[in-house]
């Protein structure tokens, strides 16, 4: 039998059973476009409207730009801008560096411009889908760091600011200045004498056959009674005394914010790189520096760079002539000397004094050099004045050239040891060392440095160690190396030690820009006591720097329960044909060489000293000799690094035992 079933009430008990076998007159209503099945019947797409063109006033209201430019700003970064101000003073406040000093001033105070980002024809060069066009009626606000003033400032919550104690540097105020900031300082022979004793006993000082020429500064004041000049080593004091073809160099800002590479970048047979927001682009480019794109990969150090521009009183300017000491072995160094008082060079009722030293050396082809930079305490005593240090080091290798920087951070006293100890554990009758370490006048001092090296030639080398042994409250170290020619290397090793109730935070940039380029990094940290340290080392290589080779390594030794320690190591890389490798290690002594030790009979405390000393001296042992001396030398470099380490030896046991040992 079969059953045969009408069309219409097949398509009924498709769309409506209920309506197909209970209800057949129920009508089913179809559009015209489509089938009771709601499907296209073939009739084609539905015709599409025409977008409307949203007229300005009419379908939207323009908002202020200008109204909304603070308007992302809380309490705390309307205090690092207020903080910031006072630095930079009025426009009688300005250093010695002429119109430079005015550019910069004009640079920090120019609003950025509020720009929304549109992007170019398809035909265009330069055209990349990587943009954010806001909507016409959205408000446009700066990046953050950038609503007062035209380079931008510290955040806490900026990336380059993140593991430093933004809020405990601006508490402070830094707006005074050094007396008689500019001039030359005038000593007595009985203060010569004095201060050559003192700085004997620091280790910032060579005598004049140990070293090719010597430039003391005091407060940021030159000395020229403590000094020793020559023909390509002396000290700037007045826009006069600048050579005309080094305006360029001192007025050159970091992070970008010069855009001008110091050198051009070959990419062809007659082509070049010459703008550094372009390289790599139009895909890969960091852009504009004003960009919170770029601002997130910067060091934060271009504002305080034109701060330091604006208020130096004086430049250490080393010129070193073509070929010079090429074939010499045992090369002598040239020693740069930034001493500091406890009164900063400021008046008595003081609260707070910064000073700004300047450093510009130039390489001169096929040369070979040695540049000792040491940033030392004159005295220190309770009148300590809270001192803001913002150096400023700028270094440019020609062809061929080949030198060995050695910077060494030694100022700010010694932190409190044992302040890992809990309350409970601190005998009766005793004070506390976290007590002891808060009173600590150098906890107020902030120390800021940017190094800013760029290869300027082919085949130029660098090789940089850094040692931070300071005891400061806030440190924080930028060092950027730039090879922008072909064959160029860099080589940076450094060492931090953090104790106390320090921050302290070394940031390093190694940008491979021209091809053939090539680069080593080791980085040493030893973090203890109730102390915060972070190291972030960015490596960047451009779609030119083909044939790169860099390696990098981070290690660090976490000594203390209490202590707190960030490692960073960054990769970024643009070209494709590369060899690149990064890695980072955090630990705690090792306790299988802990009880290798102890099994000899050495005490817990003087085991420890020993391992921590052996981890330091890699590095230690990398600065120039002449700083080293003989191990049983109490002047000798060794010999205050074992003082200071002896001083936060860890005390008492871990909390969680076991062995964390990864290197």
């Known amino acids: 039998m079969r059953l045969i079933i009408p069309n219409a009430l097949l398509l009924l008990s498709l769309l409506e059973p209920s309506a197909a076998f209970l209800n057949t007159h129920k009508k089913i209503s179809c559009s015209k476009d489509t089938s009771c099945l709601h499907v296209s019947v073939g009739i084609g797409p539905e015709e599409v409207e025409e977008e409307k063109e949203l007229v300005a006033g009419v379908d939207y209201e323009v908002p202020d730009h200008e109204s909304y430019r603070t308007s992302r700003r809380s309490k705390l970064d309307e205090k690092c801008d207020q903080w910031f101000g006072d630095l930079l003073g009025g ?70 600011w993140r593991h430093f104690d933004v809020p405990g540097m601006v508490e402070r105020d830094y707006s005074g200045t050094p007396e008689e900031n500019g001039l030359e300082m005038e000593l007595t022979d009985e203060e010569v004498a004095s201060i050559r004793e003192k700085l004997e006993v620091k280790g910032g000082w060579l005598a004049d056959d140990n070293c090719q020429a010597r430039l003391v500064y005091i407060n940021g004041r030159f000395s ?64 504009e520096p004003i960009s919170q794109f770029a601002i997130n990969a910067q060091q934060g150090t271009a504002c305080f760079a034109a701060l330091n521009t604006r208020r130096t009183g004086a430049v250490a300017y080393v010129n070193i002539p073509e070929g010079h000491d090429k074939d010499e072995e045992n090369k002598k160094p040239i020693l740069i000397v930034n001493a500091v008082t406890s009164q900063g060079g400021a008046s008595s009722d003081s609260s707070g004094v910064s000073f700004h030293p300047r450093c510009l050396v130039v390489a001169g082809e096929d040369s070979s050099s040695s540049i000792v930079q040491s940033c030392v305490d004159l005295d220190r005593d309770e009148a300590n004045v809270p001192t803001l240090y913002n150096g400023f080091t700028q270094v440019f290798l020609k062809k061929g050239a080949q030198m060995k920087h050695s910077f060494l951070e030694e100022s700010g006293g010694t932190p409190v040891g044992g302040v890992e100890i809990n309350d409970d554990d601190v005998e ?34 660098y090789e940089g160690v850094l040692m931070g042994v300071g005891g400061s409250g806030r440190v924080r170290i930028a060092h950027t190396v730039s090879l922008l020619r072909p064959g160029a290397h860099a080589s940076i090793k450094g060492f931090c030690l953090s104790a106390g109730a320090q921050q302290t935070d070394i940031k390093t940039n190694i940008h491979h820009i021209a091809q053939g380029t ?94 921590m000393y ?33 001083n936060v030896v860890p005390q008492g046991d871990r909390a969680i035992k076991g062995e964390f040992q990864s290197v």
């Open 614 to 646: 052996g981890f330091a001296e890699e590095i230690c042992g990398l600065v120039d000799p002449s700083m080293l001396e003989a191990i049983g030398c109490e002047s000798g470099l060794q010999q205050r690094v074992i003082a200071k380490l002896e």
């Open 428 to 461: 009766e009758g005793k004070e506390k060392p976290r007590d002891i370490e808060a009173r600590r006048p150098e906890l107020k001092d902030t120390h800021l440095e940017a190094i800013d090296v760029h290869a300027i030639g082919d085949d130029a080398s």
């Open 91 to 160: 426009e009688d406040d300005k250093g010695i560096l002429g119109s430079l000093a005015d550019d910069a001033r004009k640079v920090l105070l120019t609003p950025v411009p509020l720009i929304n980002e549109v992007a170019k024809p398809r035909d265009d060069p330069e055209w990349t889908p990587y943009v954010t066009t806001k909507l016409p009626w959205t408000p446009l606000t700066p990046a953050f760091g950038l609503e007062e003033f035209g380079l931008p400032v510290p955040r806490r919550n900026a990336e380059t």
């Open 518 to 611: 090539t680069s080593e990094q080791l980085q040493k940290n030893m973090i203890g006591g109730r102390s915060t340290g972070s190291f972030k080392g960015r490596i960047r290589v451009e779609q030119s720097a083909q044939q790169t080779d860099s390696q990098q390594l981070a290690r660090t030794l976490l000594m203390s329960d209490r202590a707190t320690a960030w490692a960073v190591p960054s990769l970024e890389i643009i070209a494709d044909d590369v060899s690149c490798t990064h890695g980072c290690t955090v630990s705690d002594l090792s306790e299988e060489e802990m009880f290798y030790l102890r099994a000899r009979g050495l005490n817990r405390a003087l085991a420890r000293n020993l391992l």
């Open 224 to 287: 020229p009674q403590l000094s020793q000049t020559n023909d390509f080593v002396s000290n700037i004091g007045s826009p006069d005394e600048i050579p005309e073809d080094m305006t360029s160099l001192l007025g050159r800002l970091t992070d970008g914010f010069t855009d001008e590479l110091a050198a051009p970048v070959a990419i062809g047979e007659d082509m070049f790189w010459t703008s550094y927001k372009k390289l790599s682009g139009p895909n890969h480019n960091v852009g």
